[in-house]
């Protein structure tokens, strides 16, 4: 009898034992980063037992980490009716992520209900959701109502080229336009004011943090030492992608600090006369979102501004907003029931006056002759001088290849003006517009080549 018994348990352990394998393996799956491997494990485990609480779990982890938000909350709300409270928690942060706050909190106080239950801790996680759930609420609150008249996806790794400056507003230059010494912390860009005469970007503090500093250019194109604006900026994060009013005063710039809905936010401060900045202010939505929301910029010339976001979620691409701004902030009615979509920007043609016609806007800025085209570069000649003028150089071979460059650069600019429009208009059904999207695509492609070649010329010729 008590031989049976043994053997009994020693079937059950077993069968017990065999049973954890599969879901073990799909967890160090999980753990080792391999999604799609523990996918399809756990896929295999819930076709068996789709109420498992713990697959289900780790579905909707896996899920996440695929950007699989639908089929994450599928499996994640199962979880939840099994009593894992996490499983809420994370159910509350993929609302929040598409602003549905009422859904959220049930999802929140439903986690609190099964932490009291269990009686366990809760963890940190929560309060940090919790808290964003109250911001998103506040944010919802004050939605500034902008008129959006354009879109473009873009590239994630040189987005700034989309922006159509004009010379007033400044330029977005490459990091490579920095003399070497500072070129190789890789900042994603520089900005240059109209004058010339100051340069604003982002540097790894002592921390490795991001913080923005700016340097002064001296008289002979040669650079002053960067000095930070202020920790102020960061709040605990990165800052970077300053840009500065034409008034020298207004900075705006991005940070994914305490104060970010989620990843960088667009803030506002203020230069003071002594060269301080102002606590920055978090502009709010519809610029900012739970994703990377940053390098807003303003034309005054032009009446328009710009500024990037990932929440299209399209991996290695980013969307370019061109908006109106006001001079008077005004917002949207907190009772408008599509504030939740004027938020998240569903529609831009929902932002926009009916009937009226924004073309005008998206014209490219005008060139106006040989002095205008002469301030619009910025470029390093690597030997610790910045070009900022025809004038400038010594060698009339590099003059005239610097010249050639400007044309090309005119010209590229033409072309990416077309491209994107042709792009819009795909985008708005007309699909015949591809061929030409492709060639246009190919042209630019090799009008870029073109530039650095030439710009390479200019350098060597300037410079042996």
């Not at 005004?330 to 979509?341: E, G, R, T, Y």
Request: with cysteine.
């Amino acid at each position: 009898m008590i031989k049976n018994i043994i053997t009994a348990i020693f079937l059950c352990s077993a069968a017990v034992s065999f049973a954890a394998k599969p879901i073990d393996e799909a967890k160090a799956a999980y753990n080792a980063g391999d999604y799609a491997d523990a996918a399809a494990r756990l896929e295999a485990i819930l076709k068996k037992t789709p109420k498992d609480a713990t697959a289900n779990y780790y579905m909707g982890l896996t899920q996440l980490a695929l950007d699989n938000a639908d089929e994450a909350a599928a499996a994640l709300r199962k979880a939840e009716d099994r009593g894992v409270a996490d499983a809420s928690r994370l159910l509350a942060d993929i609302a929040l992520a598409d602003y549905d706050v009422d859904a959220a909190e049930e999802h929140l106080d439903t986690c609190e209900a099964l932490l009291r239950k269990s009686k366990k801790t809760a963890p940190e996680s929560l309060a940090e959701t919790r808290s964003r759930l109250v911001t998103i609420k506040n944010m919802l609150e004050r939605v500034e109502k902008i008129v959006i008249i354009d879109s473009v996806v873009v590239d994630k790794s040189d987005f700034f080229k989309a922006y159509a400056l004009s010379p007033e507003a400044g330029r977005l230059l490459e990091g490579s336009s920095l003399p070497p010494q500072y070129s190789e912390s890789e900042p994603s860009m520089v900005y240059r004011p109209e004058n010339g005469k100051e340069v604003f970007w982002s540097m790894p503090d002592a921390d490795g943090a991001l913080q923005i500093v700016s340097a002064g250019i001296l008289d002979d194109g040669t650079m002053e030492a960067p000095r930070p604006l202020g920790e102020e900026l960061s709040e605990g994060g990165d800052a970077d992608f300053p840009f500065l009013m034409a008034d020298g005063i207004t900075l705006y710039f991005a940070n994914n600090g305490e104060n970010s809905l989620g990843g960088y936010d667009i803030f506002l401060s203020r230069r003071d006369t002594d060269g301080s900045v102002l606590q920055p202010q978090n502009i709010g939505m519809p610029f900012n979102s739970p994703y990377d929301d940053y390098m807003l910029a303003i034309d005054e010339t032009r009446g328009v501004g710009y500024w990037a976001t990932d929440r299209n979620q399209i991996p290695g691409k980013v969307t370019i907003y061109t908006y109106l701004p006001s001079d008077t902030r005004v917002n949207c009615s907190p009772d408008d029931p599509d504030i939740a979509d004027r938020a998240f920007i569903r529609s831009i043609k929902a932002t926009q006056e009916p009937g009226k016609d924004y073309s005008a806007y998206l014209k490219a800025p005008a060139q106006s002759g040989t002095a205008k085209a002469e301030s619009e570069f910025s470029m390093s000649m690597g030997n610790g001088k910045v070009y900022t003028s025809l004038s400038d150089f010594k060698n009339p071979q590099a003059r005239e290849a610097m010249e050639q460059y400007l044309d090309r650069r005119a010209e590229l600019a033409r072309m990416e003006q077309r491209l994107a429009a042709l792009r819009k208009s795909y985008a708005d059904g007309n699909h015949s517009a591809s061929s030409d999207i492709l060639e246009l695509e190919r042209r630019t492609l090799a009008a870029r080549s073109m530039l650095t070649r030439l710009r390479n010329t200019v350098i060597r010729t300037e410079t042996r």
